[in-house]
């Protein structure tokens, strides 16, 4: 499975637009980007996932460029509720759950 | 409809000692993967099981063992329990035709620390 970078942590005040950016320059053709959320003591969460282009569900929208060699969660005007740990992920989409999380990226939204 | 429930919530062992937690798939899935999440760190892979057999493994030594049942439950067991074992263990089921990255449910965690 492809690893990913992403930033360690990020900030962001009450009702902003926040853009959270992973690296995945070894992805494979049949690969899927997947983002998941965790608050703490808790299992993670599915948000959302893509191929290509643009994605967008209730909760985030996902941009992946042509090249796929990254993707950007975005989530719309962030509550306090938004503060967890963010999580990219690059694989299959069926047949793997054997998946590599990384460290995430910790947003803390702030009032 | 129940989603992924483990138990216990928290637990207390010391070094040497053994354990065994316990996860319950949500209802429809047949595949149950196991994760060892230290703090401050992403969850790690430690198998996988489907139809009563480990399916795939990660880097974990065996004193990591598991087990599923026929009802899909499944059972994760650590022998010989180091300082380092100390984290939350998450339990992820999926459905074998839908698992990968988007189709993955997971439960609360055990908390196990180890003194």
Known sequence: LAKTTQPISMDSYEGQEVNITCSHNNIATNDYITWYQQFPSQGPRFIIQGYKTKVTNEVASLFIPADRKSSTLSLPRVSLSDTAVYYCLVGPQTGANNLFFGTGTRLTVIP | DAGVTQSPTHLIKTRGQ???????????HDTVSWYQQALGQGPQFIFQ????????????PDRFSGHQFPNYSSELNVNALLLGDSALYLCASSNRDRGGTGELFFGEGSRLTVL
């Open chain 2, 49 to 60: 099981y489907y139809e009563e057999e480990e399916r795939q493994r990660g880097n974990f």
């Open chain 2, 18 to 28: 053994q354990v065994t937690l316990r996860c319950s798939p949500k209802s429809g």
